[in-house]
Every structure is written in structure tokens, then in C-alpha cells.
């Protein structure tokens, strides 16, 4: 019913997405880095052409912050943590953040945090939202 | 193959969200008010303009309660606690909810939970769900 | 641009709904019923009539079992263990399963584990998967 | 208004499904296998018809493998470990990956992570992501 044939390398993903729930905790518990209190997004890049991000942090009570730009080879996954994102302005500590991440091609984009403020190594996993009005740069 | 430059600005998100898996724990462990046991939801507003949010709550054995009003100004994100929602009434401890939120723009809502009532700090997220048909308000 | 007006009462939600990854365990760590081991969806039915949920439990290598047959009540939620669910046939513990679960009108699935086999109380949370092609009943 | 009776028994799910946030921990903590730090995906096949899925496993730094294949039968579940992805290679532990999972009818992915390099049981949970475009094989 439906032709296989060339989709079987289109590249998998979404141009726009984000996440509305990211806290990057300033205290951390257990060996470093492993344990280091972190929230980080993961990219995956099926495609075989270069992606290139656009990424704004929006805070609670500053104003959004970025442009922070981010590549991803072809048939890459990348990982990111949040307070690795220093140029242009490191992202603040503590504070409520939601990621707007904008792509030239399609991506497929997972958040996830650890914390580890407490003796136990708490995660948390999810996909980031991404609507299917959404269109890139 | 699809023309940019209209949607680089254009809000991403959905107007209604939904969780239904909601329950907030009456008892903690840590210190307050950072490992409070609570469930909360984060709605990011990446658009131009004020989101206004009507939330209802809806509970296994009584009727719904609401609407509350909450705003989240453009450019912004904000972290709701389900247990600071007060007015007109507060939302019970230790029962499940679902809630069902409305928002006059696009937002994007994470809902996340802390469960503090034993030793360790155990956490959950997922993004809320809006599907394809939702209109709002 | 979109007419607010017919939709304001809609329901929200889809008719079909799947998880993959349950499983649920045998053992537990700290008080009961609160801390027992479990496995467990809610159902939100933000409608204006009841909904009659038909649900099949799938295995690694058995038979699917069911129909289990739940109702949700009009503008309510609920929370239902899996290991609950014994009439006709109890799940099997420790083995993985999936669930598909069917409505007669929208409803929203969230799926949640608590694992309390060792003393830290570990939860984990998704919604459940619905597809835009999904009908029901 | 939606016609009920030809879609009952239609199988729910995607044919392309991808995970992004990847990481096989080396170090566990508790008895072994149920504690084993472990990556795993759970995929339902709720069609009447073997699901047949080839996978690639995508890196940070060095080319894409696989493919991995592997089988559902109609009306099962199956969990697969990433670690027991071996042949034609090994995934590499402790190293970020994504998964790129084809299949040849639709099924529903979960994704898991149990982190056991702590002490406490932590647990990560989402579904994996497809977008509608979404074609297979």
C-alpha cells in the first residue's frame, strides 16, 4: 500500500523542537563527571547532510538568551549538556529554562536529567515536543 | 522544499495539553522547599504574545474543579507546583487528578513529578499530550 | 484564525492507545499498598460520557490475554494497577508485556512504574502511544 | 462519525521509530541480570503478521553500524537489551548512540534505561519518537 522504496534513507526528525522543563541543579553527589548533576539533550542526525541548530534558552524572569549554534555530522548522534552551552552566556544554574531548538534538517531530539543532588542517582527521560506545524530557520 | 522564512517565528506548541497520571504526595524527605515531594507542569510560551492558561482538575471520585488562571508572559517559562494551585480551591493530597489545560496561543507542556517520600530522590517526566485536533478556549 | 467555539467542550484524547515496555515486578521494598512494586496507566476522560475501555495484555511467548473490561465516568480519571487486572486471567509478573488498550470515545493514557525492589523508590513515566490513524471499537 | 467495525483489528504503531538519548553503562550495582545497568527497547506488535526490524546504531564519533535484525511475532512483545546487539558487532558501552529501528509493519518502541552504577535502582522511561512521515524499509 505504501511505497517503500525511497523513503528507506529519509532522514528521520523534525526541524523545530523543545523542552519546557529544564533546571540545570548547582549541586551534585558522587564522583565527577559521571555523577554530576546535568540536564543534557541528545540529537540524532539519520540523515546524510550536516545538521545546524539554532538553540534559545527562555527563562522564567530574563529575557531568552542565544543564539547558541550547534552542528551534527551526518549519521551522527550528539550530546549535549546545558551547562556546556557558555557562548554567547552560560546558561543559569537553578533556574527554570525551557530550549527552543531549531534545525536545517530533520532531527530527532531526547532530553534527559540527572540528579544526583541526593545520594541516589535520580534520571528523568523525554522526547521533546515537536508539532507537526513545525517548520526550520 | 518547504519555505522558511514565514515559521521562524512562528510560536511552537498546542493550545490544549492533557496529563492524567497526576498525584501529589502528602509526605517528603530533604530539605524544604527544594526536595518537597511535588508534581508540577512547565509551560513554555516561545510566541509574541501572553499565553492565558484555563486549567481544570479532574479526580476519580469528585467533580472537576477550576478554572484556574494562569498566565505566562511572552518569551517566558514558567514552572507551576500542583499544590500551589489554590484559588478557587486547592487540589488534594495523595488522590490522582488528570489535568486539562487550555491556552489562548500555543505552549509547550512538560509535566514532571519529585517523590521525596523515601530516602532517595526519585523523579519522572513526560511531555503532556496534545493531539492533533486540539482547539482551544 | 481557528473558531474557538464548538471546541471548547470536545473531548481530548484518542481511541487507541499501546505501551510497550511493561513489566511488572514480583518483589517490593517498603510499606504497603504505597510502596508496593507496580505497574500502572491512567485514563483520563475529559468528555461528557462514560468510556468503555477494552484491553489486551500482549506477551513474549504467550497468548495475548484479555478483554479486560474497565469504565472511566464522565469527566473523571483513573488509575488502574496492572496487577489488578485479573478478571478474566492475572498478568503475569516478571515477564514483560504490552498493552493495547481501546476507547469508545478520546480518552488520554499515561503509564507509570514505581520499582521499589531495592530500597531506593525508582518511578518511571511515559504517555502512552496513540497514532493519528488510530480508530476504535 | 469515524466508521468502527475495518479498524479494530488494524495493528497500531510506525515503521520508523528512533531514540537519540543512548548509553550502555559499563558498571552495575546489585545481583545479576535483574540489576544489570542496562539500555533496552520494547516493541509491540499488535498485527497478525511477523514484524520483521532492521536496526542502526549511530555514534558520537565513528560510522554507523549494524544492521541489526531482528523479529516480533504477530500479537507479541519482545524487550531486546542493546548490550545483546552483537552480531554483526558489538555496541560499544559507555559511549552516547542512537537508534535508528525500521520495521516492515507497525509496532509501538519503548525505550528503558536502568542505571545501577549507584546504589539506588534509578529508571529512565519514554516512548521512542516517529513522526508521521514516517516510511519503512
Redesign the interface.
Known amino acids: 500500500m505504501?511505497?517503500?522504496t525511497?523513503?528507506?534513507d529519509?532522514p528521520?526528525?523534525?526541524r523545530?523542537w523543545?523542552?519546557?522543563?529544564?533546571?540545570v541543579p548547582s549541586r551534585s553527589n558522587?564522583p565527577e563527571p559521571?555523577?554530576t548533576s546535568r540536564d543534557q539533550f541528545?540529537?540524532?542526525?539519520?540523515g546524510p547532510t550536516l545538521a545546524n541548530l539554532r538553540i534559545r534558552v527562555?527563562?522564567?524572569?530574563h529575557?531568552?538568551i542565544g543564539t547558541y549554534r550547534l552542528t551534527i555530522a551526518a549519521?551522527?548522534?550528539?550530546?549535549f549538556r546545558v551547562n556546556d552551552l557558555i557562548f554567547p552566556e552560560a546558561v543559569r544554574l537553578d533556574e527554570?529554562?525551557?530550549l527552543?531548538i531549531?534545525s536545517d534538517c530533520?532531527?530527532?531530539?531526547?532530553?534527559?536529567?540527572h540528579?544526583t543532588?541526593?545520594?541516589?542517582?535520580?534520571?528523568?527521560?523525554?522526547?521533546?515536543?515537536?508539532?507537526?506545524?513545525?517548520?526550520?530557520?
Open positions: 505504501i511505497p517503500s525511497p523513503s528507506r529519509a528521520l526528525g523534525k523545530r523543545a523542552i519546557s522543563a529544564g533546571c558522587g559521571a555523577f541528545s540529537v540524532l542526525n539519520t527562555l527563562y522564567e524572569r529575557s531568552p549519521r551522527r548522534v550528539r550530546v527554570p529554562y525551557g527552543l531549531e530533520p532531527v530527532v531530539v531526547q532530553f534527559t536529567r540528579d543532588r541526593q545520594a541516589a542517582n535520580a534520571g528523568m527521560m523525554a522526547m521533546a515536543f515537536s508539532d507537526t506545524s513545525g517548520r526550520s530557520l
